[in-house]
């Protein structure tokens, strides 16, 4: 106990004694580093002369991009779930169409607007599908991204478990 309070006693002895010093042995043995008192008034800079108003303009503007990404992929995701309901319509109404002018062929009715109707079954089919293909992934591409630049919002969910079901707000 007595060794601990004299090593404790030296190391105060030895920090007050470097506090008092303008310029430490250590630190003033080292080329090209300044440590003078001079040199901590002057040069090191003050909260005060902080240019907050550039680190508040670099953050609204990740901030104006960030929003400017969510509602791009906000859009993608809207447009692509629009292409694939379109896409669908046409496909059954093409398939309908189709059906249409292959029943009146059958029951002896072929006639030339058969013949149109069929066609047009058939490009609303075409149509359909491509519609489809496009819609579908930039549905899912624009919802990813979405949940990635679009943290901010708040949704209402519907959970179901062992013990129940239940609303989930996430903000």
């Known amino acids: 106990m007595r060794s601990l309070t004299l090593a404790l006693i ?10 008092q010093s303008s310029e430490p042995a250590m630190l003033a043995a080292q080329p090209g580093i300044h440590h003078s008192t001079e ?3 002057n040069e090191l800079p003050t909260l005060a002369s902080l240019n907050k108003s550039q680190y508040y303009a670099d953050y609204k503007m990740a901030a104006d991009r960030s929003d400017a990404k969510c509602g791009k992929y906000k859009k993608m995701k809207m447009i692509g779930i629009i292409l694939s309901g379109v896409g669908g319509g046409l496909i059954v109404g093409g398939a309908v169409m189709i059906g249409v002018a292959v029943h009146n062929v059958a029951n002896g009715n072929g ?26 992934p930039l549905a899912v591409i624009g919802s990813v991204k979405q949940k990635k630049y679009c943290s901010g919002t708040s949704t209402l969910m519907l959970h179901s478990g062992e013990n129940g079901t239940g609303l989930a707000l996430n903000f």
Do not use: E, K, R
């Open 10 to 19: 030296a190391a105060l002895c030895t920090l007050s004694s470097y506090a």
């Open 39 to 41: 040199f901590l008034d």
């Open 111 to 136: 006639t030339l607007n058969n013949v149109g109707l069929a066609g047009g079954g058939y490009a609303c089919v075409v149509f359909g599908v491509f519609s489809t293909g496009a819609g579908i």
